[in-house]
């Protein structure tokens, strides 16, 4: 069975820390991606990775950043977070289909 | 630009009965491809059908099928013989032939299946 596991399923943090929120898959795929989940807005893109050390920017990239060292970890992170990156964080891999982390999520105070 | 549409926020169904989930896209890829997912409370998004844009037959997947009108650009989602366990949120998903992988989602609609 393929997984993909997240370092959190739920965090809090204040505003301004820096928060990592850390995303592994056991199946060797190239393609990792990094999603917000909000009421009635669906899933949003943040940043995806199609190999290591690559990364492109998502639908809605602005206060995060992402790191892929290794082919099987895909880290985002948030800077200096804020009250409005409260959400849902979901991770996901890829071969045809996208596989799916269990989510974190994040309260920022 | 891609888009998905899922115009219903929310739907009720009898336990055993059918339930269709509607879906539309907006594409200008020669070949895409539609998903729907489902995210139970628990949070984690399980993928349930897949259909190719140029997939002769509609996808089935056990009690899933996928009701692909492909002029009307419509990608709706049956469930037979609805379960109290289908209760969750259903996503309908679209990826383009260009779009290295990057899954478009809609906003979502919540099922909910009384007895």
């Known amino acids: 069975d393929v997984k993909v596991t997240q370092s959190s399923r739920y965090l809090v943090k204040r505003t301004g820390e820096k928060v990592f929120l850390e995303c592994v898959q056991d199946?060797?795929?190239?393609?990792m991606f990094w999603y917000r989940q909000d009421p009635g807005l669906g899933l949003r893109l943040i940043y995806f990775?199609?190999?290591?050390?690559?990364?492109e920017k998502g639908d809605i990239p602005e206060g995060y950043s992402v790191s892929r060292e290794k082919k099987e970890r895909f880290s985002l992170i948030l800077e200096s977070a804020s009250t409005n990156q409260t959400s849902m964080y979901l991770c996901?891999?890829?071969?045809?289909?996208?596989?799916f982390g269990p989510g974190t999520r994040l309260t920022v105070l | 630009a891609q888009k998905i549409t899922q115009t219903q926020p929310g739907m009720f169904v009898q336990e055993k009965e059918a339930v269709t989930l509607d879906c539309t896209y907006d594409?200008?890829?020669?070949?895409?491809?539609l998903f729907w997912y489902k995210q139970p409370s628990s949070g984690e998004m399980i993928f349930l059908i897949y259909?190719?844009?140029?997939?002769?037959q509609n996808a089935t997947e056990g009690r899933y099928s996928l009701n692909f009108q492909k002029a009307r650009k419509s990608a709706n989602l049956v469930i037979s013989a609805s379960q109290l366990g289908d209760s969750a949120m259903y996503f309908c998903?679209?990826?383009?032939?260009?779009?290295?992988?990057?899954?478009?989602f809609g906003t979502g609609t919540r099922l909910q299946v009384f007895p």
């Open positions: 996901a891999s890829s071969g045809r289909e996208q596989f």
């Open positions: 199946m060797d795929h190239e393609n």
């Open positions: 990775s199609y190999d290591v050390k690559m990364k």
């Open positions: 594409t200008s890829d020669p070949s895409y491809g």
């Open positions: 998903a679209m990826i383009g032939s260009y779009n290295t992988d990057k899954l478009i």
């Open positions: 259909q190719g844009s140029y997939d002769q």
